[in-house]
């Protein structure tokens, strides 16, 4: 079984930072990729970035030059850093994980709300 830790989220003003960790632990393989998702209330969930095992990193063109994906490989963990938060922002945050030969797992989500 795999499990998916999220943390990090919270309450912050507009134009302040966040940083969210998921860790993946349990009995798995090899982590294909990691990402992060986002719904906001009466939405449907959005990607907002992914990395993969090799460090390959895509983000959402509405977070582009604000948000940064990184991984750190040797713990399972991929981290979000969240600046100049907006309103829009404001959402619950899953992490999503592929492994290897069993698919994926998402996390418990952690919201983020900005507001001021």
């Known amino acids: 079984q795999v499990q998916i830790v999220e943390s990090g989220g919270g309450l912050v003003q507009p134009g302040g930072s966040l940083r969210l960790s998921c860790a993946a632990s349990?009995?798995?393989?090899?982590?294909?990729?990691m990402g992060w998702y986002r719904q906001a209330q009466g939405k449907e969930r959005e990607s907002v970035a992914l990395i993969s095992s090799y460090g390959t990193s895509t983000v959402a063109d509405s977070v582009k030059g604000r948000f940064t994906i990184s991984r750190d490989n040797a713990k399972d963990t991929v981290y979000l850093q969240m600046n100049s938060l907006k309103a829009e922002d404001t959402a619950v945050y899953y992490c999503?994980?592929?492994?290897?030969?069993?698919?994926?797992?998402w996390g418990q989500g952690t919201q983020v709300t900005v507001s001021s």
């Open positions: 349990g009995s798995m393989f090899s982590i294909v990729a």
């Open positions: 999503h994980v592929i492994v290897q030969l069993r698919g994926g797992y």
